[in-house]
């Protein structure tokens, strides 16, 4: 059973950074996608940036050249660094995990962890 745990969340200034962190149980064999969503109050979920078993990586335009995704693979950790931040970018930011490509669906996801970016 997949299970994956997210920290690193908490509030800062804009211009800040952050990092996320989630470690990941179950999940250590075959091909896969690891990835980190968010989801701000009222809108829709979004995906932020994504990374498969030979290192390919996908941002949401949103955050390209401000937030750098990578993986763990000794540790089972994916890792989300968050440079100058926006109040944008506020938002419940979730980890998660699919085995196969990163087109797919069907992630499992973890808990959440929130972060806050103040003007």
């Known amino acids: 059973q997949v299970q994956l745990v997210e920290s690193g969340g908490g509030s800062v200034q804009a211009g800040g950074s952050l990092r996320l962190s989630c470690a990941a149980s179950?999940?250590?064999?075959?091909?896969?996608?690891m990835g980190w969503f968010r989801q701000a109050p009222g809108k829709e979920r979004e995906r932020v940036a994504v990374?498969?078993?030979?290192?390919?990586?996908g941002y949401a335009d949103s955050v390209k050249g401000r937030f750098t995704i990578s993986l763990d693979n000794s540790k089972n950790t994916l890792s989300l660094q968050m440079s100058s931040l926006k109040p944008e970018d506020t938002a419940m930011y979730y980890c998660?995990?699919?085995?196969?490509?990163?087109?797919?669906?069907?992630?499992?996801w973890g808990r959440g962890t929130q972060v806050t970016v103040s003007s």
């Open positions: 998660a995990a699919r085995w196969g490509t990163c087109s797919g669906a069907n992630f499992t």
């Open positions: 179950g999940f250590s064999y075959g091909y896969r996608c």
């Open positions: 990374i498969d078993s030979d290192g390919r990586t």
